[in-house]
């Protein structure tokens, strides 16, 4: 399998998620090309992992065997168009899109009756340790095969029956590495402002997060048997949890999640 050759157009923040996971993971470099409009990334890029890179989206998807779409949903169409009207030859490769929003039936419309994967990394993929949300339209079980495999080095896959669950895995996974940011990032400030410096709140947060993840990983119980076991009635933790329950935590965090769906729907009818 690691002697197709995958093209990415597009050279962000998830393209670099993805390469960097697919080269830690062993797929050869010399096989993995991007391509950008403007030079900086790709010579990050280049330096970073030992890709090929290139000016032109053309040249790279004449070169590959598989094209991940990566850049952003507003310039998607133009970007297929472009594709179908100087390499019309692409409609018989494998095509990925890293793109939120935007349904199969969309680049059916800008690109024919194409083989496609619609993925939905998170950020964690560039440390091996985030979820991909992956839907299949008109695969083979090889290429599902060799999509698993190029997303291997990311860390769990989850492929979807249904292409309205992209949506669900956006809210749950795509954007939630977000909202533990948002979350660690006000408890840093309030350390700070007990006396913590900056590096120290940082590191303590960071590692009880990290730590909080890997024993609910590693368990069988429930997140709210692992919350109880640290929960003690009448002392500083339930004073805290219950602070959270006054404030509305959980219908807070169902709220946003639903904005976040509710977003991607929209962005399916106004791209």
């Known amino acids: 399998m690691n002697d197709n050759r995958v093209a990415f157009i597009g050279a ?47 040249e790279a998807a004449r070169w590959a065997d598989v094209i991940v779409l990566a850049v952003k949903p507003q310039m998607m169409q133009q970007v297929c168009e472009q594709l179908l009207a100087e390499a019309p030859e692409c409609q018989e490769k494998l095509f990925i899109t890293l793109a939120a929003g935007l349904p199969v039936a969309r ?14 990394p998170n950020t964690p993929a560039l440390v091996s ?38 949506n669900h895995i956006i809210a749950a996974t795509g954007s939630a590495p977000a909202y533990f940011f948002y979350f660690m990032q006000a408890m840093q400030q ?33 997140f709210d048997e692992l919350r109880q076991q640290v929960t003690s009635k009448g002392g500083t933790t339930h004073e805290a949890i219950s602070s959270f329950s006054a404030a509305g935590l959980e219908q807070m965090v169902a709220a946003a999640m639903q904005a976040a769906i509710d977003r991607a729907e929209e962005m399916a009818k106004t791209l």
């Open 129 to 166: 340790l985030g979820v991909t949300g992956l839907f299949p339209s008109r695969c083979s079980n090889y290429e599902r095969a060799f999509v698993d495999h190029i997303f291997s080095g990311t860390g769990l896959r989850v492929w979807l029956e249904h292409e309205a669950q992209i």
């Open 107 to 120: 680049y059916e419309q800008w690109l024919g009756d194409i083989r496609l994967v619609r993925a939905m």
């Open 190 to 222: 309030k350390a700070e402002q007990l006396g913590f410096s900056s590096s120290e709140a940082k590191a303590m947060i960071a590692q009880t997060a990290l730590g909080a993840a890997t024993m609910a990983l590693q368990s069988d119980h429930s």
């Open 12 to 58: 962000g923040n998830m393209a670099r998620c993805v390469i960097a996971a697919m080269v830690k993971a062993g797929y050869p470099a010399e096989n993995i090309l991007a391509a950008n409009r403007s030079e900086p990334k790709l010579t990050a890029l280049k330096a970073d992992f030992a890709i090929a890179t290139s000016l032109s989206n053309i």
